[in-house]
């Protein structure tokens, strides 16, 4: 199949995939498809070019992000240090699926967090275990919902959470939470946020202790207690405050989290 039917192939699927076109420089106009898990497919006019390009839009691609970068015309990666040599100008164009956020816990709070994610283009996913909590009539704007504990829904599913996704674990249940916790841990998920007090969050790590969860550079990851300080109180002002939070950890900004307060959560 050509650049462009794979291309379109792929974004049909909802699947990522990078298109990296030369705008400035040799081969003007020249492209490589690039798809994680597969061989790239075009050039660009020199193997190394191919083979840095195609690191570097994986990255992109991971990010979601598209943007233009410099090489020189074997795939240096300094183009500066070139001198007299015509430098390559590429366009990277990455078509990425929407971020997932998996909420877990079918509570009260968990519909307004759903409608807030969807308007910011997550594809919702509620889990619980408790089948007549989780269902599709109490969670229409939810992309799917799950009955099934945290272990079987991170054991099969767990592999496709990245940067761009979160797990917000909503339930106070030891029984659900901690092997929630457990189960986000370990993925490459860029947020995960936990709901409770200060002292349920304490007696939380107390229990993922006694489970072997203790790094103190995993621990780190979780936000908790949850959501950035608005002083929120309705459920739709909570959905708020975590989604702002979740913007703000992926942008690099400093908030004011409640993780990082002290004192009650609510005035």
Sequence with gaps: MSVYGDLSAAIR???????????????????????????????????????????????????????????????????????????????????????????????????????????LGYRVTVCDAREIFATRRRFPMADEVRVTWPGPMFDERGTELGPRDAVCILTHDPKFDVPAVQGALATGVGYIGVMGSRKTHDKRLERLAEAGTDDPADLDRLMSPIGLDLGARTPEETAISICAEIIARRTGRVTPSLRDGTGPIHQ
């Design 13 to 119: 699927a909802e699947e990522p995939v990078a298109l990296v076109t030369v705008i400035d420089g040799p081969n003007t106009g020249a492209k490589l498809l690039v798809r994680p898990g597969r061989d790239p497919l075009g050039g660009l006019g020199h193997p190394e070019l191919d083979r840095v390009a195609h690191r570097d839009a994986l990255a992109e691609l991971e990010a979601g992000r598209s943007g233009v970068r410099h090489y020189g015309p074997a795939g240096e990666t300094t183009p500066e240090d070139l001198v007299d040599t015509p430098l390559v100008r590429v366009f990277v164009e990455s078509w990425a699926p929407p971020p997932q956020m998996w909420i877990f816990g079918a509570v009260d709070f968990t519909a307004a967090l759903a409608k807030v994610a969807k308007v």
